[in-house]
């Protein structure tokens, strides 16, 4: 992917945390990203989680890249995450590198790693990754602004969470509905999961709309309860209390020849 395509010239955070002096591989890496066109802020050794997540929002950064290679990396992103966080920059995506161990790669998965780049990856492939998050999606919300990701399979639903009063909200508003707060609202990706609070099946639909035609209200894991159509579902499984989970479908194409892609819920 050529960094000419993008929307624009990414911009890659390389950090390194804590006590580890060891640099050559994240000047590498930094020196690599900018032949490839990136823009690249390196952190210098030494830096702290707090000090990297200021770093990240100040810059407006892409995407941030660690680098670790002392055994300390589950530690460091549990920092940064945390930091990350307060700064309610959370959906900064966060890849490392260096040794780590394959054993390792899902608790990090776990702690919001996006990717992990063993010794020995090529330049090429981390840039490619890096171009993939901030190429526009080869796809588009039926409702503009209600998903996210790279892929249709792997889409989830973007609300608006309050940390003043802690509520979440689907579809995603300016201020909070609850206390009227615009300073500490943020977009947070959704659970994909819920429970069914009730449903129906019914016979007829708007135009364009299959039969079949079920609808369901779906308490989200998270919070917000959604008034959602179903697809894909086991009608003998739709009872108060079953467990529900995202679906997302295609229901055409643009003048572009994307993909339009709409949320749907089915049974679990």
């Known amino acids: 992917m050529e960094v000419s395509t ?21 000047y590498v890496v930094a020196y690599g990203l900018r032949q490839f ?7 210098g050794l030494r830096q702290t989680a707090t000090a990297v997540a200021q770093a990240a929002v100040q ?13 300390a990396h589950i530690a460091m992103i549990r920092k940064l995450r945390t930091e990350l966080e307060k700064l309610d920059a959370s959906d900064i995506p966060v ?6 161990p394959k054993e390792d790669y899902e608790p990090l998965r776990a702690l919001g790693v996006d990717r992990v780049f063993p010794t020995g990856t090529e330049v090429k492939e981390i840039a490619n990754y890096m171009c993939s998050l901030v ?21 989830s639903l973007l609300g608006t969470q309050c940390s003043k009063c802690g509520k979440t ?45 079920a609808q369901a209200y779906v308490d989200l894991d998270d919070g917000p309860r959604l008034f959602v159509l179903l697809a894909d579902y086991d009608a003998s ?7 529900m989970k995202l679906k997302c479908v295609e229901t055409g194409k643009n003048e572009n020849n994307e993909p339009i892609v709409a949320y749907r819920f089915t049974t679990a």
Request: aromatic residues 4%; hydrophobic residues 40%.
């Open 6 to 26: 993008l929307p624009h010239r990414p911009r890659v955070l390389i950090a390194k945390i804590g006590l580890d002096g060891h640099n050559r591989g994240a």
């Open 37 to 43: 066109g990136f823009e690249v802020i390196y952190t």
């Open 59 to 71: 810059e407006d950064v892409d995407v941030i890249g660690v680098s670790s290679m002392v055994g």
């Open 95 to 100: 890849t490392i590198g260096g040794i780590i």
């Open 135 to 155: 190429a526009e999606p080869a796809w588009k919300a039926a409702i503009p602004g209600t998903l996210a990701g790279r892929s249709i399979d792997d889409l």
């Open 169 to 213: 909200f689907f579809p995603q508003r300016k201020n909070c509905p609850n206390c009227l707060d615009d300073a500490h609202v943020k977009t947070v990706e959704l659970s994909k999961t819920g429970t069914l609070v009730s449903s129906i099946i019914t016979n007829a639909a708007p135009p364009g709309y299959p039969l079949p035609h």
């Open 237 to 243: 499984k739709l009872k108060p209390g079953a467990r």
